[in-house]
Nanobody, 117 residues
Framework: QVPLVESGGGLVQFGGSLRLSCAASGFTFANYAMSWYRQAPGKAREWVASITNDGGNTNYEYSVKGRFTISRDNAKNTVFLQMNNLKPEDTAIYYC??????????WGQGTQVTVSS
């Protein structure tokens, strides 16, 4: 059973929006802070946003602050990333995982986001 399955990516134009989802399984999702990460071609994977286990606090990488919103539904073991005002530099494969490195699960296949200029 794949612990993390991302979906919702696609091709959008500059300024467009997408909503990513990540379905988690195999662990007690509600106990863990979760994060979204992304990896652009030729670059290292980078952190994008985090949310506490109860959804009460969120944090964002500077370049996405004000454009992206992370949220979660613990009843559905799912974390979301609403992405608005997308820019070409947001083009990457997006992944979710636990926020705490020591609790990290196996990486899923991610979901590709491509923003055309």
């Amino acid at each position: 059973q794949v612990p993390l399955v991302e979906s919702g990516g696609g091709l959008v134009q500059f300024g467009g929006s997408l909503r990513l989802s990540c379905a988690a399984s195999g662990f007690t999702f509600a106990n863990y802070a979760m994060s979204w990460y992304r990896q652009a071609p030729g670059k290292a994977r980078e952190w994008v946003a985090s949310i506490t286990n109860d959804g009460g606090n969120t944090n964002y990488e500077y370049s996405v602050k004000g454009r992206f919103t992370i949220s979660r539904d613990n009843a559905k073991n799912t974390v979301f990333l609403q992405m608005n005002n997308l820019k070409p530099e947001d083009t990457a494969i997006y992944y979710c995982n636990t926020a705490l490195i020591t609790a990290r699960r196996a990486w899923g296949q991610g979901t590709q986001v491509t923003v055309s200029s």
